[in-house]
């Protein structure tokens, strides 16, 4: 048959066509032990009872009504959100390009709405923001550029955890900077708590905007529902997707009603946007996440994890040279190119997932335990020695 997917993709010759917890099933019947989890989508594994129930219950009644008319289930999704983090008020939308999209959206209004000229935003080297024409040009990655300009203009960039080159890089034009608490495309590369806490200071001395991009990191994925939370630093907007739909396509930004001041009818808007097929999956995925012992889970989980990975660089030296990352979002630095270690790993029934600086990611469901965690070891031991032969 002629494929007529659009050629942007180059997907691995396999049909999933089953989920169970932290197992995908092929069409042929072969199992794999999913620790790409999506790319950090399916927090709470493959069909999960309580995310089965809340979508179906709600597909009886109503799918789709419009950002016409209220909708419960998002002011309740807003609400949530807004108790659980720093921020006011929530914009629901589709995937995480638009929560970024949407962020930008807030710096530039916040400050058009005074009237001041500040429009322009800083983000890092390495960033990974989204494929929409917006942020691609805050990723500013040459890779996902190539052949698309011109980029938009309004974005600059630094080197990421250099404070000093982020200080002077600030210009009475600026008006926020945008950051991932731990670059995940980037290659699992963490901001360190002191730079996470200068940005805070710069954009408290310059009153402009802290944003961050938790797409990734959030939703429980570092141990702490929201990344921002290790380093104690608390930004003004933030964009959240992956995770918080546990497979459905949902994005968020979350916003302090200061930052969002300028976000008023008419400003911004999502036909799909926070409708109530969404929204009960997001209210499922935050009643499992936010449940007592639920994130001393992924705590638990990621250290033992993490330990484990590092016998499996103590014993292949020669193929994985360091593990870095927290909680549940964690990597293998590769020797070999990570390309061969993912597929090798796919081989014998591992998922994971390839990013900058050589790595390996590991993101399983939070939902993981200990006897799967023992089980990825197991392969990724048998995938090290088949590598050095
Ligand atoms: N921001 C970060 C940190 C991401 O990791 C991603 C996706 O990998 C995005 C934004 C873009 O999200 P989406 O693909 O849902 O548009």
């Known amino acids: 048959m002629t494929n007529s997917v659009m050629q942007t993709y180059a997907p691995a010759d396999v049909v999933f066509d089953k989920g169970e917890g932290v197992y995908l099933f092929a069409e042929n019947q072969k199992r794999y032990l999913d620790f790409g989890a999506g790319v950090a989508v399916t927090c709470l594994g493959h069909a999960h009872p309580h995310l089965v129930a809340a ?7 109503l799918w789709h009504s419009s950002n ?59 960033a990974f923001h989204g ?19 011109p980029m938009l203009d309004g974005f600059d960039q630094v080197d990421y955890n250099d404070l000093e080159a982020a200080k002077a890089a600030i210009t009475d034009q600026t008006a926020a900077i945008l950051v991932e608490p731990i670059q995940g495309e980037g290659g699992l590369r963490p901001a360190e708590d002191a730079f996470l806490k200068g940005l ?36 003004d907007v933030m964009a959240l997707a992956k995770g918080i739909g546990g497979g459905f396509p949902v994005g968020a930004c979350i916003a302090t009603a200061d930052a969002a001041s300028g976000m008023l009818p008419g400003t911004h808007g999502s036909t799909f946007g926070g409708n109530p097929l969404a929204m009960s999956v997001t209210n499922a995925v935050l009643d499992v996440v936010t449940k007592e012992g639920f994130l001393d889970h992924v705590t638990k989980m990621g250290d033992l994890f993490k330990s484990r990975l590092q016998d499996v660089v103590a ?3 020669n193929v994985v040279k360091g593990v870095r990352g927290k909680g549940l979002m964690l990597a293998l630095q590769c020797v070999v190119p990570n390309g061969e270690l993912v597929a090798k790993c796919f081989e014998n029934g591992l998922l994971a997932v390839p990013a900058g600086d050589n790595v390996m990611r590991l993101l399983p469901p939070l939902i993981v335990r200990e006897e799967h965690i023992e089980a990825a070891i197991a392969i990724l031991m048998r995938t090290c020695t088949e590598l050095s032969e």
Not at 55 to 61: H, I, M, V
Not at 135 to 149: D, M, V
């Open 55 to 61: 979508l179906t219950e709600q597909a009886k009644k």
């Open 200 to 235: 805070r200071s710069i954009c408290d001395e310059a009153g402009i905007l802290l944003m961050f991009d938790e797409v990734q990191t959030g939703v429980g994925r570092t141990g702490k529902l929201f990344a921002y939370e290790h380093s104690g630093v608390t930004p």
């Open 315 to 317: 014993a292949h030296g």
């Open 131 to 149: 494929r929409t024409m917006a942020t691609l040009s805050a990723g500013k990655q040459a890779k996902h550029c190539e052949g698309f300009g």
């Open 68 to 126: 016409l008319y209220k909708i419960k289930g998002q002011e309740r999704f807003a609400r949530r959100l807004a108790d659980h983090t720093f921020g006011d008020v929530v914009f629901s939308c589709n995937s995480g390009a638009e929560a970024n999209e949407c962020a930008i959206k807030i710096a530039r209004k916040h400050f058009a709405a005074k009237g001041s000229e500040r429009h322009r935003i800083l983000t890092f080297k390495g």
